[in-house]
């Protein structure tokens, strides 16, 4: 049996031109990870409304566990409208606060990322005090820590950003993200 990964952060609907898309990040990685046969496991927090239950739903459709997927009650489900701009680059407006920001730290969590291969996670999801305070305590428990750097203005901080990267073994990042300015860690 392969070692489980186990993805943590967002899990939310991209809203496009073109209708909404199951998204985020970790949750993309997931999905994908399933596809390939790999076990994994989602850490995420979704609203107690409608698309919450279809996110859940869309992960059960496709044989993904949900075990860790907690369900929050004052915020709704995520969401990020994303516009295309004229040159075909795309402007994201990520609401907040919402469900994803406030996964809760639980026992259960530091024992599944401590038994797995790898934890996976970006710096979308550290951008709130709870959520971030929940990935700051699982951090030290992975074995080994991909971080998908993510930055969206102006949800990150230099000094979390620069954490992040001192916590992490291998580093996942775009084109665009190099040319933001958050220095280098050393």
Not at 35 to 44: A, M
Not at 62 to 88: I, P
Not at 89 to 102: L, R, S, T
Request: aromatic share 8%; glycine share 8%.
């Amino acid at each position: 049996m392969q070692p489980t990964i186990v993805c943590f952060g967002e899990t939310l609907w991209d809203v496009l031109p073109s209708g909404k898309q199951p998204g985020g990040a970790p949750f993309n990685v997931a999905v994908h990870l399933h596809q390939l046969g790999q076990p994994v496991e989602l850490i995420s927090r979704v609203g107690d409304d409608d698309l919450g239950a279809e996110l859940v739903g869309f992960l059960h459709e496709r044989g993904l566990s949900t075990d860790y997927v907690q369900q929050g009650q004052t915020h709704l489900t995520g969401v990020v409208k994303a516009n295309v701009g004229d040159r075909n680059e795309v402007v994201y407006k990520i609401v907040q606060p919402v469900a994803w920001d406030y996964i809760q730290y639980e026992e259960r969590l530091s024992k599944l990322v401590a038994e797995a291969a790898m934890l996976v996670f970006g710096s979308l999801s550290a951008r709130t005090p709870t959520t971030r305070e929940t990935l700051y305590r699982l951090l030290p428990q992975a074995r080994f820590r991909v971080f998908d750097v993510n930055m969206r203005p102006p949800h990150y901080t230099r000094p979390v950003v620069q954490y992040l990267l001192e916590h992490s073994d291998l580093v996942k990042m775009n084109h665009h993200e190099p040319g933001r300015n958050i220095g280098v860690v050393r």
